[in-house]
C-alpha cells in the first residue's frame, strides 16, 4: 500500500513538472554549507561523536544495523580516532568547499485553497544538498634528517549529503564516503538514477 501511494506520488510530480534537482534559495545552501562547517569544526577540536549525532536518523539506523548497533558503532569510531593519534595523524582541518547540488525529495502532500476550495496538490518537503568538503590531515614521517620530524599533509576532498525538512534549516548528514547513489535512492526515492556525486579523491604534500 505504501509502496503503491508513492508511486502515485512519483507519477504525480512527473506530471506537474516540478524536478528533483533544483536552483536551491541562498539561504538554504548558506545555512547547509554553515552546518557542514560548524560540524567539521566540532571533529577537529575532538569531537567526533558529533558525526554521529548530526548522523540523518534512517542513515544511521542502517548503519548501526551493519556494525551490530549503536554502541559498536559509537566503538568503531573511537577506535579509529585511537588508531590515527598512534600513528601519529592529526586532522588539520574540515570544511565545505565548492558548490553545492541541491534536490527536492520527501514527497507528500498539501492542502491549498485555490479557488475557495481546498485542493491536495503533491510537493517536495525535504532539500537534499550534496556539499563538497576538503579534508587535512597531518602525517609524521619516520626517520627525518637530523632526527627532526618531517610531516606530510594529506588532503581528501569528499562530500557531505545535507538533509532538512523545508523552512527549518535543521540539517544532518550522510558522509559521502560511505553512501553509492543507488543507496541514497532508496532512502530519497525521487532522486534521479542519473545523479552525480562530487568527486573522492586523495592528495599529499610535503608539509614544512
Known amino acids: 500500500m505504501k509502496r503503491?501511494?508513492?508511486?502515485?506520488?512519483?507519477?504525480?510530480?512527473?506530471?506537474?513538472?516540478?524536478?528533483?534537482?533544483?536552483?536551491v534559495p541562498?539561504?538554504?545552501?548558506?545555512?547547509?554549507?554553515a552546518a557542514v562547517k560548524a560540524m567539521g569544526d566540532q571533529v577537529v577540536l575532538g569531537k567526533p561523536q558529533v558525526a554521529?549525532?548530526?548522523?540523518?536518523?534512517?542513515?544511521?539506523?542502517?548503519?548501526?544495523?551493519?556494525?551490530?548497533g549503536m554502541e559498536k558503532l559509537e566503538a568503531k569510531l573511537a577506535g579509529i580516532v585511537k588508531q590515527m593519534q598512534e600513528q601519529?595523524?592529526?586532522?588539520?582541518?574540515?570544511?565545505?568547499?565548492?558548490?553545492?547540488?541541491a534536490y527536492e525529495v520527501g514527497p507528500g502532500k498539501e492542502t491549498v485553497e485555490e479557488n475557495g476550495k481546498k485542493v491536495e496538490k503533491m510537493i517536495y518537503k525535504q532539500w537534499l544538498?550534496?556539499?563538497?568538503?576538503?579534508?587535512?590531515?597531518?602525517?609524521?614521517?619516520?626517520?627525518?634528517?637530523?632526527?627532526l620530524p618531517e610531516f606530510l599533509v594529506i588532503t581528501s576532498?569528499?562530500?557531505?549529503?545535507?538533509i532538512s525538512d523545508k523552512g527549518k534549516n535543521d540539517w544532518t548528514f550522510i558522509d559521502g564516503a560511505g553512501v553509492t547513489v543507488p543507496e541514497l535512492r532508496r532512502l530519497f526515492i525521487t532522486l534521479p538514477d542519473t545523479m552525480v556525486l562530487p568527486e573522492i579523491k586523495r592528495e599529499h604534500k610535503e608539509a614544512k
Open 4 to 23: 503503491a501511494f508513492l508511486s502515485l506520488v512519483m507519477l504525480s510530480l512527473a506530471a506537474s513538472g516540478l524536478r528533483a534537482q533544483v536552483e
Open 26 to 33: 541562498e539561504e538554504v545552501a548558506s545555512s547547509a554549507v
Open 52 to 68: 554521529i549525532e548530526r548522523m540523518y536518523p534512517l542513515w544511521k539506523e542502517s548503519v548501526a544495523k551493519r556494525e551490530g
Open 88 to 101: 601519529g595523524v592529526t586532522l588539520i582541518s574540515f570544511r565545505p568547499e565548492g558548490a553545492p547540488t
Open 129 to 147: 544538498l550534496l556539499i563538497p568538503t576538503v579534508t587535512e590531515y597531518r602525517i609524521a614521517k619516520p626517520g627525518g634528517a637530523n632526527d
Open 157 to 162: 576532498r569528499g562530500f557531505q549529503v545535507a
